[in-house]
Structures are given as C-alpha cells and as structure tokens.
C-alpha cells in the first residue's frame, strides 16, 4: 500500500463520486486535486478570514461544489473545471443538500424552519415548511421529507422533477431521527427517537406496513441500514442483540446476541519487538474457542452496523465490547468471527502550543478557552479555536493573580491584588466592564452569575458585590466557602472566639439560615454532597476528622477513627451515589454511607492475587525514531516496591457514576489504583514509567484519563489501557488535563504551555 504525504490542517476531505478528485479544507481554504497524481487543479473560491466554511457539498455529477458559510448568511457554488464560473444564494442556512440531478441545491433553514430548493438553471426557489428529516430515492426521481406539524411528525412523498406532492401520511413516531430508502426503492424506513424503541416501514404508495416495536418502554434504536442488494433490513439498539428484518414477509426473522460461542474464530491482535528491525510489529493471533471477553457493565448496544457489498456478511460494533468488531454470516445467520483490537477505535487530534501559558480554562458551556500568561488575557472559540474580541485593561507592572468565569459563561473576572481591584468584562461584549476595588485574597462567582465573592487579604472579611443592583454584602472572618449544587444556598466557615463554626446562607437575600459549631481544631475543607443533604467539613491535616452536619440539623456524624494521627489528606462526596470516600495518611481508602451514616469498609492498597496490573513499557522504533508505547498485562501476584518513607493517599477521584474509585498511594508513587465500588474490591492497578502527576475521569464515561510528566497520555476504562502519544518536535511534558463539560476537548498542561485536545472518543473511551 502507498501513501500520500500528510495534509495538516484539514478538517473537511472528500472523494467525488466519481472518484477523479479529492477536496480538501482547512475551514477556510478549499483546494481541489487529481486523485491518481495528486495534482492540484485551478479551483479559487472566495476565502473569508473572518468565518468557517461550515459545511462542502460535491454535486452527484462531480462538477459543482457548494461552500457553507452559515455565519455570511449564504453559499458559493463552484465548478471544478471552470474557475471563472460561480454562484451565490443568499438565506438562512443550517443544512445543504444536492438533488440527485445535480441542479438544484436543498437548504435547510436555521432551527429548520423551511426547506428551500433553488434550481441553478431556472433560479426557480421552492419552499416546505418545518422540514425535519430528508432523504432522496435511489431511482433519483422522489424525496421523502419528514415535518411537523400540529405536535406530530409526518412524512410526504415528492416528485424531483416539478416538486408535487405524490403522497402524505402520518410518520407514526415521537420524534423522527432518520429516513432511509430500501435498495429498490420498495420501502421507506422512518426510524424514531433513541428514547422510543420504534421503526415504521412505510410503501411509498401505500402508507404504514409495518411497525416494528419489540419493545414499549425502552431506549430505542441506535443505528439501522437496508440491505445493499437483498430484502433485509439490520436494526441495532440499546442492547446486545442485531435484529434482522425480512422485507418480503415484513417479520423480524432472527435475533442475533453479541455472545461469543465455542466455534466462533477470534482473531486477536497483538504487538511485539522485532530484535532484527527494532520495530514494533503488529500481528493478529487466533485465540482459543470459548475464551472469554471482558465485557462493561455500564456500556451497552449496537453504534456502528455496515453490510458487505453483497450483504453476506454485516460487521457490528457492541458497545459492551468497544475494542471487538463481530463479523456475522447473513447466509447461516451466525457469527463467523471476532477481532479483538488492542485499542477501541478513535481519533486523537491536536491544537498547537500556546507558550507562556499560565492560565487556561474551559467556559462552563464548553464554547470558549480563556487563557492568559498573567499581564494579557485572550478568549478562543474551543471548536476552531478562532479568537474572540475580548478586551480588558493591560497593565505591565501587575500580573493578573486570578480568572474566574462565571456560571453562565458570559462574565470574565480578573482579580488584580497589587492594584486592589477586580476588572470584569464580557465575553460577547467588548464595550461592557465593570470594576470592583477592595483588598483581594481570593475571588468566587456566585451560583447566579450575578454575584460575585471576594475574600480579603488575611480573611478579615467577605464582601458579595451584586452586579445588578450593585449592593455589597460583607461578612466576617471567613475561611472557607461553598455553594450547594441546586445553587440556592452557600456555607462559609469563620473564626469566632478562638472556634469554627459554620453558617448557612440564603443566595437570594444572603439571610443566615443556620449557624452551628463546625467541630473542628482549624477547617480546611467545606463541601455539598451530590443531592444537598449532608455538608462535609474536613478537618485539618493535623486532626483526622471529618464532620458531616445537615444543613437543617446540625452535626450528624464525627468521623475519627484515630484520636492521635496525622489527619485526612483528600475526601470526597460520590456524583450520584450516597457515598463518601476519604483517604488520610495511611494506605487505607475508607468510605462512608451516608444513609446509615457509618464506614462500610476499609480497602487497603495492596496487590492480591486476582487484582489485573497493566504495565507501561517502551520500545524504540529504529525506521520512524519513535518510542513506541503499551501495556502489557503483568502475572498476578507480582510484588510492586513500596516506599518506606512516603504514605498516604494523595489523589482521589470518583468516576461519573461512582462504579469506579481511582487513588494515588504515595508509597506507590508510579501506580494508580482503580477500586470496583459494586464489589468493593480492587479492580486493576496502572504501572507508570514516572510518577503519577495527575488523573481525571471522564465527565460522562467510565474512561480514567492519566498523565505523568511525559510526552504521553494515558486511559483506562473497564475493557483496555492505551497510551496516546503528543505529536510535537518539542518535548510538551503533560503534567495536568482538564476536560470540558461536553467531553469533545481537553486541555493539557505542561509547567508553562498549553495544548487543546479534540478526542473523537465514543460513550465508554
């Protein structure tokens, strides 16, 4: 097989249909070349700097071309062959769409409120309100298109040529998420929303006839596709098992389940060192009949289903088992083989080094960075990094000592200590500022957006200035604060005649609720569990305990399992779960229910003898002068050196639905432990190279995300480990990684630069 070079840069790439170009884009730029030679043709466009081309469309007949720029407010049409030829239509855009006859152009207006087809010889325009879902026939001559209308979904039947409308009938669906046509043209397949397990296939003619429902309540369909050539139709969903329809009798003729039987071929792949090239080298290995496969508890259904060409065979990917791809025959209706991947399949791409960095941070929507290397601050869009007119006062003689923004991602705080004051601007606004002067130790939005919390220097007060009215609360002496999660409600810590106590405040008129002694030689910690119910205070590191008192109540429970030791270290609420674990100076993880409101165990940080241990290792690859990375998993059983003068736990860290517990023991310093909490056993350990620096769990998947200092990544979930490798001349030493809200990019961190990361990850990595 050869290759090209590499495009860097490119977001958008696409054959032609008929196989003689590529077109390439970086979002701004759009080039053209041969598909053999890789010739670029004479293809200009007008290129805009100030937006993204959003969305390429090739023409069936592979002559035109139509740029997206929803932003402008229109589209640039283009001819491949003929660079002087262009054409524009101005309107509302979302979604473009090419007719089969390659004239007339489908746009799809925003928030989908018309369908408007502009043909490119007459500049005739025809509109259709409230389209949904479209989908144009194989034969070219119809396009179905779902709408809604009067809280319904239906879907109508049109001729291509002068836009009549052949057929409208009720689509029978919640909410319709795909049309599709079978092979022939025969049937039309509407498929609902994944919250409603229903797929209605429709005559073109005739309406409804079939409606296929295996189940009433339940997740719906993930993925579903006709057959290339036959009458069948594959449908995958929420669960284990590929359902095949036949198309001529209209039943459902098998239930195919992701199970792995005694004659299934499983072909594993696997990597080892070639002594003679140096090279890593790659192969597949057949297991052994009836071996067994982990599968995840938490992940679950069919995401990706493609027939053969001649729809003999239809490979499966099940969620259950994100690193195996299921071959199934269509002519036995078996399961003919499985391959076992080393890694789930996924694509890892990279912004450039921004040097200098001290400050990075997503905006809590996920739609922005703010990033700063003390005295100047810039705001970036996170998708295409493009920066955003944010403006604020520069000064040179006074470094910006922190950056808040707020709740609702509109508002930037910069805190400036030596000059007493904070700035605080607008993200979408240029011209908006507002400044607040005070004595500044540390700053805090308010749940609401509206508020803001400033700790004076040496905590002799807390003042709550409130951007709408412009009054100020203060209160005194304040250590420690935190906001409930429902943000009605804030507790602050302070100091009283030599004591702590605790107080509970109502946002909304900062009234004292409740005021109770915290219990507690110096607090060091206040935190909410998931659901407000219980108010963690954590001692200092001195004392070892923690209190948890009810916001109405008081104190509920002393937590000290030593009267005279050093303290606890790191404690945290579960995200969902009635679970508390802390880790102190010791090697044990303890945790808490805090419906009984006692310690249900004690998990101590050694290696037993069923306990999975996956080791990194590193082989030079002489032909590309790269160290390669993976983990091999180690004999059970094997001992690991434990520090004698470190002890404690450091890092502790819930994953997203509190089934797993990830920790950092110092006396193990290159090794993260993962803890099953449904078993309440310890499920695997990561040997690292380096000491660990950093971890993090995924914000909606059971993916541990591990850094060490190095040029790498690490992740764990349920089913592998796998390393990524940062692709930089320069060494980039990641030594934290934050990811945003919507988990679609990361920011990695090294000691004074800064990288955005954009996993295209599934659910479970």
Not at 42 to 64: R, V, Y
Not at 85 to 98: G, K, N, P, T, V
Not at 240 to 264: A, G, M, P, S, Y
Not at 555 to 561: D, G, I, K, N, S
Request: proline share 3%; hydrophobic share 40%; aromatic share 12%.
């Amino acid at each position: 097989m050869n290759f090209s070079e590499i495009f860097p840069g490119v977001i958008f790439a696409q054959f032609s249909p008929n196989s003689k170009f590529i077109v390439l884009s970086n979002g701004t730029r759009v080039i053209v070349k041969e598909t053999e030679q890789l010739q670029s043709i004479n293809f200009t466009h007008t290129q805009i700097t100030d937006a993204q081309i959003q969305q390429i469309e090739i023409s069936p007949n592979s002559e035109l071309v139509a740029l997206s720029y929803p932003k402008k407010g229109y589209i640039e049409i283009r001819k491949i062959d003929d660079a002087n030829w262009c054409a524009r239509i101005d309107d509302s855009i979302e979604l473009i769409q090419w007719c089969p006859d390659s004239i007339q152009l489908v746009v799809i207006s925003e928030f989908q409120i018309k369908a408007s087809i502009y043909n490119l010889n007459n500049k005739n325009v025809t509109h259709f309100k409230n389209p949904k879902q479209i989908s144009f026939s194989h034969n070219g001559r119809f396009m179905v298109m779902s709408e809604r209308k009067d809280a319904k979904d239906f879907i109508g039947i049109y001729s291509i040529r002068d836009w009549k409308l052949l057929n409208y009938q009720s689509s029978d669906t919640l909410d319709t998420a795909l049309l599709q046509w079978s092979y022939n043209d025969s049937f039309i397949g509407v498929q609902d929303t994944e919250l409603n397990f229903r797929l209605n296939l429709h005559c073109p003619c005739q309406g409804l006839q079939m409606r296929f429902e295996p189940y009433t309540y339940s997740l719906g369909i993930k993925v579903s596709r006709f057959g290339n050539q036959s009458d069948l139709m594959a449908v995958g969903a929420n669960d284990e098992k590929l359902r095949i329809i036949n198309l001529l009798t209209l039943k459902q003729i098998t239930e195919l389940e992701h199970k792995i039987t005694k004659d299934v071929l499983i072909y594993k792949e696997e990597e080892y060192s070639d002594q003679y090239s140096q090279r890593v080298v790659t192969k597949f290995t057949q297991m052994e009949q009836g071996c067994k496969i982990n599968v995840s508890k938490t992940q679950n259904g069919i995401s990706l289903l493609e027939w053969s060409y001649k729809d003999d065979y239809i490979a499966t990917k099940f969620d259950g088992m994100q690193n195996c791809v299921f071959i199934w025959d269509m002519e036995l209706l078996t399961l003919k083989a499985i391959m076992v991947q080393i890694l789930p399949i996924k694509f890892f791409t990279f912004s450039e080094i921004f040097p200098g960095v001290i400050f990075a941070q997503f905006s809590p929507n996920s739609k922005f960075i703010v990033l700063s290397n003390g005295t100047r601050v810039i705001v970036k869009e996170t998708e295409q990094l493009q920066s955003i007119n944010f403006t604020h006062t520069q000064i040179t003689d006074a470094q910006i000592q922190q950056i808040e923004i707020s709740p609702n991602s509109e508002l930037v705080a910069l805190s400036y200590p030596k000059k007493g004051y904070i700035e605080i601007r607008k993200i979408d606004d240029a011209n908006w500022c507002a400044r607040i002067d005070d004595s500044i130790e540390l700053i805090q939005w308010c749940p609401d957006s509206i508020q803001l919390v400033v700790i004076s220097e040496f905590q002799i007060k807390a003042s709550i200035y409130n951007l709408n009215n412009k009054n100020v609360t203060h209160f005194k002496n304040p250590k420690q604060i935190s906001f409930s999660h429902n943000g009605r409600f804030m507790v602050m810590s302070e100091r009283k005649d030599a004591k702590d106590f605790i107080g509970i405040y109502s946002i909304r008129d900062w009234k004292l609720l409740n005021y109770q002694s915290s219990d507690t030689l110096d607090t060091a910690l206040l935190q909410w569990s998931y659901n407000d119910s219980f108010i963690g205070v954590q001692d200092t590191e001195l004392n070892f305990r923690l209190n948890l008192h009810c916001p109405c109540q008081g104190l509920q429970m002393r937590f000290e399992p030593y009267t005279y030791s050093l303290g606890i270290k790191v404690s945290r609420f579960g995200n969902q779960s009635d679970l508390m674990a802390v880790g102190a100076n010791d090697e044990k993880l303890r945790i808490i229910n805090l419906l009984t409101l006692k310690q249900i165990t004690e998990l101590e940080h050694k290696i037993t003898k069923d306990v999975l241990i996956y080791k990194e290792e590193e082989y030079s690859d002489q032909y590309s002068q790269r160290v390669v990375t993976k983990f091999t998993q180690m004999e059970q059983g094997c001992k690991i050196n434990v520090s004698k003068t470190q002890n404690g736990i450091s890092l502790l860290e819930w994953s997203y639905k509190d089934d797993y517990i990830a920790t950092k023991f110092d006396g193990m310093q290159n090794c993260v432990f993962i803890w099953d909490m449904e078993l309440l056993t310890l499920k695997a350990i990561m040997v690292q190279i380096l000491p660990i620096k950093f971890f993090t769990w995924s914000k909606n998947s059971t993916t541990l995300t591990v850094c060490t200092g190095s040029s790498k990544i690490f992740f764990w979930n349920p089913n592998c480990t796998s390393a990524c490798d940062m692709p930089f001349d320069k060494n980039f030493h990641v030594v934290k990684i934050d990811w945003s809200s919507d988990q679609k990019s990361m920011l990695l961190f090294d000691k004074s630069d800064v990288v955005v990361a954009y996993p295209a990850l599934d659910d479970s990595f």
